[in-house]
C-alpha cells in the first residue's frame, strides 16, 4: 500500500513539473510619467470626438484667438473677428503671429459646460462655442481683453483674470459658469498672460512682463490685490531672449509634493520658440526642463499652453497653433496630453485644483 | 594524507576553471523546497541538492546518492504608483544530483544542480532610463543556472566543497550592406544583412565548510563569488540611400553597444544550527553581499554616424551622437539575516514528517531613485512554509527513500518613495511596493 502511494505521489509531482512548463511574454517596463514633463502629444481625433484630426483641435474656432483654458469643464477664450476687407498681412511678422491690424477688438467667450474626459461618443475634449463674458469697458484696458485665466476657488467663487492695453485686470462671478463682473484692474501693469493659481495657502499669479520679457511673480490673499514679488523669474536658460505665456497648475505627485508648475513659451537661439517647463515647490527655488526641444517637440508652431490636470497623472495642454483663414492667421485651438502612452478617452474626471 | 590529495583536488579545480565569479536565480527565489521553506538559513547543515548553491561542503555529508527534481513558481504582484507592473511569474524546473564515492579512506561526493526557466532559457532585456523597472525581478530571475561541485570530508566533524557555476553573456552582430531607397523602401531598396550572436560562457566560483562538532550543533560558512554578465551588441550598416536627388548618397553606421546585463555581488554566509531536542531543529545565517561593487546597468555606447548628402537636400549630418554615459547605481553592501525552524511532527519507521517555517529580511542594495535612473527595488520581508514527507520502509521497490517536500513563500516589500532631486525629471517622482507569493515542490529520491 505504501509503495502504490509512493509511486503515485512521485507521479504526481513528475506531472506538476511537466506540466508548468508553459512559457508566456510580458511587456517591456510600464512608462511612468508623474511629472508632467512630456513629451506631450496632440490629441487624436478620438480623443477630440473627430474635429480636426490630426491637428488635435478641440474648439473649431473662427475667430482669431490668443489663449484658451478649461476650468470646471468650460473652455475661457480670447477671439477677434477679422475685419472687413482687412490689409495684406504685414510681411515684417514673424511667421505663425497674429496682424492685429486685420483683426477686430478681442474679447472673451466662454463653451457651454461638458465633462471634460468621459463621453467617448462626443469627443474626451473638445468644446462648443458659447457666448461672451468679457469685452472692454475701461479706460485702461483699450478695446480688447484677451488671455483669459479663470480660477475657481474653495467656495466656488470664480476670477476671471484677463489682460488688456494696460495691464491685467480681475473679474468675479458666482461661479465659473456665472455672469461676471469687472472687480479690479489694472493689478499688474505692463504685464499679461495671468495665470493664477492657489499654491501655499495664497494665490499666486505668474505673468508676462512684457517690459522684461520675462515671466513675473506676484501675490495675493484675496485674489483682488497683488503684490509683485518679482517682474523677471530666474527660468532662463543660456541664449534665450524671451519667456512668454505662462500657464500654471499645482500637482500633488505620488509622493505626496506639492508641486507649482508652469508651462511658458521660450525663445531661444535662431528665435526659435519653444514650450517649456519650470516648477517649484517653495516658489524660491525653480526647476527648469533643460531640454532643447521642450515639452512639445512634435508639436510645431505650438503657443499659449494652459495645463489642465487630470487623474492617474494625465496633463493635458490647450494650446494655440498656426492656422489661417482666408489669408488671415487666426490660431487653431487645439489640444495636448501626457504621458503620451495614454488616452484620453475614458479618462476620469478632472481633479480638482489646490 | 588521502584526504589531504582531495582537499588539495577541489582546491586546484577551482582555481584552474573559475576564473570569474558571478550571481545566481537562486539568489532572488532560492532552490529546492526544504532549503527554501527555511528561508535560505541552511548553510551549516545542508546535505541534499541543494547544496550545490548553498554550501556545496554539504554534499558530502549524508553518504546518499540523491536524485532531485522539483517546481516553483513566484508570481510577483509589484506596483508603482499603485499600478501594477509589467514582471511575470517566474517559473523554474529544479534538478539535483547529489553523487558519493570513496578514494582511499576519504569520502567524497560530486553534485549538481541545474535550475531551468520554464519561460526562456535566458533573458536579457535593455534598460531603458526613464522606464522604472524592478531590477531584481524582471530579468535576474529568468535564466539557466548550472553549477557543479565537489566536495569532501577530511574528518567526520569536517566537510569541504567547492564548484563552478555556469552563465552565458552575450555578442550579438547585426550587419547591413546595400541600397537602401528614401521614398519607396519597401519596393525599391536591395539589402542584405547577416546577423550573428555568440553565447559564450562564464565561470565563477562557489566553496564552503561545514563543521559539526556536536550532534546537537552545526556550523557552517560559504562563499559564491561575483560575477558579471556583459552584453555586446554590434549594428553595421554600409548602404547607398538612393531615391534623393541624382546619385546615391554613401552612408556609413556603427552601434556599438556594451552593457552589464547582470551582476551577482559575492557573497559569504555563516551559518548555525542548533537542534535541542529530537524534534526541533533552529537555524540562523546571516549573508555578506558585495553589491557596492554593482558596475552601471547603462549601455556604454559608441554610435558614428557617416553620409555626405549634396547641398540644397536640406540634409544635416550631426557631427556627433551621443548616449547617456554609463552612470553609476550606487549600491551598497546587505547583511541579510534568515531564520529557520523545523519541527518533526511524527517519526515512525514508514516515515517522518517535518514542518518548517523562515523569515528572511533583504534591505534592499539599491538606494532610492531620485536622480536619472530608475532602477527599482524595495526591501524585503519573507516569510516560508513547508512541509516535508520521508518515506523510509519502500524496500524491495526503492532501497532507500523518498522524500516530498513542498514550500509556499509570501514577501511583502514595504511602500518606498522615489522623490526626484529635480521637478522637471521625465518620470518625476513615484512610489514601489508589491507582494509575492511563491509555491513549489520536491521530490528526491535517496538510494543508501
Known amino acids: 500500500m505504501m509503495r502504490r502511494r509512493s509511486i503515485g505521489l512521485a507521479a504526481m509531482t513528475l506531472a506538476f513539473v511537466a506540466c508548468a512548463t508553459l512559457g508566456a511574454e510580458t511587456d517591456f517596463p510600464d512608462i511612468i510619467q508623474s511629472s508632467g514633463a512630456g513629451p506631450f502629444r496632440l490629441l487624436t481625433a478620438e480623443e477630440t470626438g473627430g474635429l480636426a484630426a490630426p491637428n488635435g483641435r478641440i474648439y473649431f474656432n473662427r475667430q482669431a484667438v490668443q489663449r484658451s483654458m478649461v476650468a470646471d469643464g468650460m473652455l475661457f477664450y480670447d477671439g477677434a473677428d477679422e475685419i472687413d476687407e482687412p490689409p495684406d498681412r504685414n510681411p515684417d511678422l514673424p511667421e505663425g503671429a497674429l496682424d492685429f491690424a486685420q483683426l477686430g477688438p478681442s474679447r472673451i467667450f466662454r463653451s457651454e459646460p461638458r465633462p471634460v474626459g468621459m463621453d467617448v461618443l462626443e469627443g474626451a475634449l473638445s468644446f462648443n462655442g458659447g457666448p461672451m463674458v468679457l469685452e472692454a469697458s475701461e479706460a485702461w484696458e483699450g478695446e480688447s481683453v484677451f488671455d483669459p485665466w479663470v480660477h475657481v476657488d474653495d467656495d466656488g467663487t470664480a476670477r476671471l483674470y484677463y489682460a488688456a492695453e494696460g495691464g491685467i485686470g480681475v473679474a468675479e462671478a458666482s461661479s465659473a459658469g456665472g455672469a461676471f463682473s469687472k472687480v479690479a484692474g489694472p493689478v499688474i501693469t505692463d504685464a499679461r498672460s495671468p495665470t493664477v493659481v492657489r499654491f501655499g495657502g495664497e494665490l499666486v499669479m505668474l505673468f508676462e512682463a512684457t517690459d522684461t520679457g520675462t515671466i513675473g511673480l506676484a501675490r495675493s490673499s484675496d485674489g483682488r490685490a497683488f503684490t509683485e514679488d518679482t517682474r523677471e523669474l530666474d527660468l532662463a536658460l543660456a541664449g534665450e531672449s524671451e519667456l512668454a505665456r505662462p500657464g500654471a497648475v499645482v500637482a500633488t505627485t505620488p509622493t505626496g509634493r506639492t508641486v507649482l508648475r508652469v508651462y511658458f513659451e521660450a525663445v531661444g537661439a535662431e528665435d526659435l520658440r519653444i514650450v517649456t517647463l519650470a516648477a517649484t515647490v517653495d516658489l524660491d527655488s525653480w526647476d527648469r526642463l533643460e531640454s532643447e526641444i521642450g515639452v512639445l517637440s512634435t508639436v510645431e508652431g505650438a503657443r499659449a499652453p494652459a495645463p489642465l490636470l487630470l487623474d492617474d497623472g494625465i496633463t493635458a495642454l490647450t494650446l494655440t497653433r498656426p492656422r489661417e483663414s482666408r489669408g488671415v492667421e487666426v490660431h487653431a485651438v487645439c489640444g495636448a496630453m501626457a504621458p503620451a502612452h495614454l488616452s484620453l478617452v475614458d479618462a476620469p474626471e478632472p481633479a480638482a485644483e489646490e | ?448
Open chain 2, 1 to 448: 594524507m588521502v584526504s589531504r590529495v582531495a582537499a588539495a583536488l577541489v582546491a586546484l579545480w577551482v582555481a584552474l576553471v573559475a576564473n570569474r565569479a558571478e550571481a545566481t536565480p537562486p539568489d532572488t527565489h532560492g532552490l529546492f523546497s526544504r532549503s527554501i521553506s527555511l528561508g535560505g538559513a541552511v548553510t551549516a547543515d545542508v546535505e541534499d541538492s541543494s547544496a550545490n548553491y548553498y554550501n556545496p561542503a554539504g554534499l558530502v555529508r549524508s553518504g546518499e546518492l540523491r536524485l532531485t527534481v522539483g517546481y516553483l513558481s513566484v508570481s510577483p504582484y509589484l506596483n508603482i504608483n499603485d499600478e501594477r507592473s509589467s514582471v511575470e511569474r517566474h517559473g523554474a524546473m529544479v534538478v539535483g544530483l547529489v553523487a558519493p564515492a570513496t578514494f582511499g579512506n576519504a569520502r567524497l561526493a560530486f553534485g549538481l544542480a541545474l535550475h531551468l526557466p520554464d519561460q526562456r532559457l535566458a533573458r536579457t532585456r535593455s534598460a531603458v532610463v526613464t522606464r522604472p523597472r524592478w531590477e531584481m525581478y524582471d530579468t535576474r530571475p529568468g535564466r539557466i543556472y548550472l553549477a557543479t561541485n565537489i566536495a569532501v570530508s577530511p574528518a567526520p566533524w569536517l566537510t569541504i566543497g567547492a564548484g563552478i557555476t555556469f552563465q552565458s553573456p552575450s555578442d550579438l552582430t547585426l550587419d547591413i550592406r546595400g541600397d537602401a531607397h528614401a521614398t519607396s523602401p519597401d519596393s525599391m531598396s536591395r539589402l542584405e544583412h547577416q546577423f550573428a550572436g555568440d553565447l559564450t560562457s562564464i565561470r565563477y566560483p562557489q566553496a564552503g565548510i561545514q563543521i559539526h562538532p556536536h550532534e546537537k550543533f552545526s556550523f557552517g560558512v560559504a562563499y559564491r563569488g561575483e560575477f558579471e554578465l556583459r552584453n555586446r551588441i554590434v549594428a553595421l550598416a554600409d548602404a547607398n540611400i538612393i531615391g534623393i536627388g541624382a546619385d546615391p548618397i554613401p552612408l556609413q553606421f556603427s552601434l556599438v553597444s556594451d552593457t552589464t546585463s547582470m551582476f551577482g555581488p559575492q557573497q559569504v554566509s555563516v551559518g548555525a544550527v542548533f537542534d535541542p531536542t529530537s524534534w526541533l531543529h533552529l537555524a540562523f545565517e546571516l549573508t555578506w553581499y558585495d553589491y557596492s561593487k554593482h558596475p552601471s546597468l547603462i549601455a556604454d555606447q559608441e554610435i558614428l554616424l557617416s553620409a555626405d548628402p549634396p547641398p540644397g537636400l536640406g540634409i544635416t549630418i550631426p557631427d556627433e551622437i551621443t548616449s547617456l554615459p554609463p552612470l553609476p547605481l550606487n549600491l551598497h553592501d546587505t547583511f541579510v539575516p534568515r531564520v529557520g525552524i523545523e519541527i518533526t511532527a511524527a517519526r515512525t519507521e514508514a516515515y517522518t514528517l517535518q514542518t518548517r517555517l523562515g523569515y528572511v529580511y533583504e534591505n534592499s542594495p539599491f538606494p532610492a531613485q531620485t536622480g536619472t535612473l530608475n532602477f527599482v527595488d524595495n526591501d524585503k520581508h519573507t516569510i516560508t512554509a513547508g512541509v516535508g514527507l520521508q518515506l523510509t520502509d519502500l524496500e524491495p521497490t526503492l532501497p532507500g527513500s523518498l522524500s516530498i517536500d513542498v514550500h509556499a513563500i509570501y514577501s511583502y516589500l514595504p511602500e518606498r518613495e522615489h522623490i526626484k532631486d529635480s521637478l522637471v525629471d521625465p518620470v518625476g517622482d513615484y512610489r514601489s511596493d508589491g507582494h509575492l507569493f511563491g509555491v513549489g515542490a520536491t521530490l528526491e529520491v535517496a538510494f543508501e
